[in-house]
């Protein structure tokens, strides 16, 4: 068996955000789904931006945000993602280095650019997301190192890889490796319409066992089943994966696995500045439990006290050590 | 008389900001000092960005950042400044026009790149700075519109400028436009070690009545009469300069004329985040007091509102809109 190297490699869409603040009117103005992400083409993208206001810029991707998490936990943490060889692109490789995390997938020298997500902030703190892929749509099998994959004791994999053409082979890729190695592959299903978009190929992952942890949220979850009922829906995925994560927002988050359902409660945040990125840390804080051998339920804490810390300031990357905040909430030693 | 078109026309330095946080010991392990301006060469500033943490970019510049603060008040803005035309180039053009400030300054085509400030935040929120000025030092006397500087009610120019050759010229040729026009020209001494550099030159500007008023804070008053003793310096600017704002973080702000002297209070700041911008936000509010026609005491308060606001949060351009606060404190109407 090849020997461990990381507790969590993750493969997703290597993305830098461009975050402004923006009243409910703009979102209807430009057409745009509150809360939701649209993929957008680039004279669409050029639009948004020239209408956007003041902006600021930090490095993204949702399973790229969840590595970086794992790193700031203490963790052993790798991302396989494509950028362009372009001052964005060096952002974002600075930055998921500066988190300590392996990062060698080689940048495109030409084709589109570094891929950027168009965050607006509404004032209750809600992110609508409008993403043009750009360089991150030619990730494809090749960037598979077989033996990082085999090296890590999580594979996870974020449900946008599926919108890219090449992406989903280098996913089906990747756990195919890490199933042979015996090891764990999660899937967070990333967003309700991009579950609409690939709702039967999804179903397919989860009951194929190709996944074997799965992250959703309350409307992912629904979305996945097409029922307005929350219990329908939990009754479904007991049925179709082997665990399962429901994070709901304040109400906290249901561990659902063959027999039993654990709920755990959030932990409170004084202002909630900006919710992008709170799913992506709270897999981040699940994993590292995960990857530790420690309970469900701490590992479900861990998950709830990096969500908090993300959602308490702009942008989907922590600003504090993780690690450092767990020790002091007594969750890890 | 040429028509009234600007409440405000800053020039200065185009600067995207880099901000990461930092612990104390990464200022002494970088032979940093804290608090402080550098100006740092092509290779320091990429040893300085591979050593810092994750990072954020952020739209800078000390006199750009007044000027949006200036447009976030309602107020008609201008800013003259050199970027290239690259990536941050853009970044930089979209977020002041954003601000619904007037930028016209034709972009380098070839040269350095856009300027950077690395700007390390410690945990007491104190920022310290380090800056590439690359395509911000071919700023001339050619970027200097007559007729924009002619209708400009107050142009506004850091001392910062002082430092890139060719800027000064440009610097002074807007001064000798304004008061050809019966306009009022401000300087900000910037900071403590720019002081340091050009004490003479500043003495000078402000002797000569090239400037007519003046915002400085307590260590660059000190530093510009090296002296230790506060009065001492508030005494010798009182004699050099028709009108100065002396501005001393949480203990408010002096405006000192020919013949008295004003103290107004701080605007309180639940958590301090980031000090980065609060003297030039101080010096927005001041001088859309100013152009409207309020007392000393009015425009002071403005300006600590807005500097209220942006020590609140990362990066130093105001999140919210400052004519909505300051219609809220009662001080606009």
């Known amino acids: 068996m ?3 190297r990381y507790d969590v490699l993750g493969i997703g869409n290597a993305i830098v955000d461009v975050l402004a603040r923006a009243e409910d009117d703009f979102l209807l103005a430009h057409d745009m789904r509150k809360g939701g992400m649209a993929l957008i083409d680039e004279p669409r993208a050029e639009a948004i931006y020239a209408a956007m ?5 930090i490095s993204g991707g949702s399973a790229a945000n969840t590595i970086v998490g794992v790193g700031s936990f203490g963790a052993r943490a790798a991302f396989v993602g494509r950028v362009k060889d372009d001052p964005l692109g060096s952002v974002f490789a600075h930055d998921i280095r500066a988190a300590k995390v392996d990062f060698d997938t080689r940048p495109a020298a030409e084709g589109p650019a570094t891929a950027r997500c168009f965050i607006l902030v509404t004032p209750d703190g809600e992110r609508t997301m409008n993403t043009y892929l750009g360089a991150a749509q030619d990730l494809n099998p ?3 190192d077989e033996e990082a994959i085999a090296a890590a004791a999580i594979t996870y994999l974020e449900g946008y890889l599926w919108d890219p053409p090449e992406a989903k082979n280098a996913f089906l890729k990747a756990a195919k490796i890490a199933h042979e190695a015996e090891r764990t592959v999660a899937l967070t299903l990333s967003d309700a319409f991009c579950v609409d978009r690939w709702r039967v190929e999804f179903l397919e992952l989860m009951r194929s066992g190709t996944v074997d942890l799965v992250f959703a949220n309350e409307a992912e979850l629904k979305s996945l089943y097409q029922t307005a009922d929350f219990d329908t829906a ?4 007991r049925g179709d994966a082997a665990l399962t994560v429901v994070t709901r927002s304040e109400q906290g988050c249901l ?3 063959r027999e039993t359902t654990a709920a755990v409660k959030a932990v409170p945040v004084g202002s909630v500045v900006d919710t992008t990125g709170a799913g992506d840390l709270f897999a981040a804080g699940f994993m590292v439990g995960l990857a530790r051998g420690l309970p469900h339920e701490t590992a479900a804490r861990l ?3 990096a969500a908090a810390e993300v959602i308490g300031h702009l942008g989907a990357r922590p600003e504090k050590s993780l690690d450092a905040l767990a020790r002091e909430a007594g969750l890890l030693d």
Chains 1, 2 share one sequence.
Do not use: C, F, M, R
């Open 2 to 4: 090849t020997e461990l």
């Open 53 to 57: 206001g003041q902006t600021v810029e």
């Open 142 to 144: 090749d960037d598979i």
């Open 234 to 237: 939990v009754k479904a995925v």
């Open 255 to 257: 561990v659902v696995s």
């Open 303 to 305: 998950g709830a006290l």
